[in-house]
């Protein structure tokens, strides 16, 4: 694999950019793998990545409908984070927030990783000690968090509405300094151009119609492009889980629904971290190309199709504006929607199945895309091992029996609310 | 925006209802020997459909009624709508 360098880039400057070898290979499908990754998003282009990397499991293909990066990983709004206050995804996500660290070195592709911090604005004294709690939490596991007053905040974000007679006024706010952004789809090219060296094929435009499984035993999949056997499938498919459980006469815990996102015209630099508005459902972070990307509540009911309706985009708009009025004035370029595979306690399934070879990896909510090399690394595990790794040990369908669900936000389950 | 049909006052937008989820679900029957697997499969499992769907709506901002309607979650179009203790006719 050609290393991507400043000289590189200066070698290649002199043949005009034309010489530059393909990032992943466009292979047709093997009869028979050792591992068959079903989805090449965020999550499936790391599963194989670290088989490949940690496992030395090299004989994977990834079988992707669309095009690799084209669903939830080039659809949300690239926050990384690991501010959660359950033991469970503290872990799990601070894992994440290292790997993250050192992903662009790792991968030898920039993946724009922005430690900016992400603040969690509080609008009442009652919040201000509930974020106190969390941020203590966050502390005793490890992670950074900082308790910010409303003093502190008005030189971070001066723009923000700091009156005191505003509905909602800001009283402080909780920060996690490493939290931050990184270029969404150069994490899914950056996995699948290291992936691909390794031996992994990426088969793109192959839709799964249909497992073979045998005695409880998976032994291949049938696809738009053939059958191809294999003793080990994961699932890495977000919003479309529901429809290959069904092909495995598995019900599981979890509803689609459409998130929406919408980015403004680009200004020139004013928001420097991710902000988020405590008293609706609103966040907000500038890209680098100036555009403020935001984003807010799911559109509230059962939903495949990846796009929404406007009345939840003008209700995450108005939380907006409340906070920041300067944005009234910005021009909206676009707006989309993903399908977000929502659990039923909000937290993810990264689990076996109860069919022999079958591994699950779904349930990510709208949380996903920071989850993307913790959740690869310890499916990965899951797969070679055929034994779940201890910081995913928490993640698994057993919970929705036995009660140990993993409620952060405590809604109960009813996904279109939380 | 979805227009939604509320048995009792007609065609209105979306802005005044709120969703209630699978219509097709049903709590177990008091009385009745209850597994915890019905149990499970009342408060957790869906049948999470791509295509036709059944589920409640809650005319909050109207008549306050709940109703069903049958949807498509892929397209978004509405087959019809009734009343809690009818069925759908298409």
Redesign the interface.
Known sequence: MQKYSVFSLVKNAFTNHENWEVAWKDPEPKKEYDVIIVGGGGHGLATAYYLAKEHGITNVAILEKGWIGGGNVGRNTTILRSNYMFDSNAHFYEFGMKLWETLSQELNYNVMYSPRGIINLAHSDAQMNAYARRGNSMRLNGIDAILLGRDDLKKMIPFADFSETCRFPIHGGLMQPRGGTARHDAVAWGYARQADSMGVDIIQNCEVTGFDVNNGKIEGVQTSRGNIKTKKVGLCVAGST??LADMLNM??????HVLQACVSEPVKPLLHNVVTFGAGHFYCSQSDKGEMVMGGDLD??????QRG???MIQHVLTGGLAVFPNFSRLKMLRTWGGIMDMS?DGSPIIDKTHIEGVYLNCGWCYGGFKATPSSGFVFAHTIAQDQVHELNSDFNLER??TGKIIDEKGVG??P?IG | ??EIKCPYCGKRS??EF??G??ATIKRPQLGDEIS??DW??F????????GK?S?LWHHVSGCRQWFKVS?D????EIFDTCKMNEDFNV
């Open positions: 529901t429809l019900r599981l815990p979890i509803e689609a509230g009911y059962n939903s495949y199709a309706n406007m009345p039923m929705f029996h389950p009813k279109w | 925006m979805l979306q802005n709120s969703y989820g699978d915890t697997e499970d499969n408060v957790y499992y869906r049948d999470n459909p791509r769907h589920e949807r979650t892929a397209t978004h």
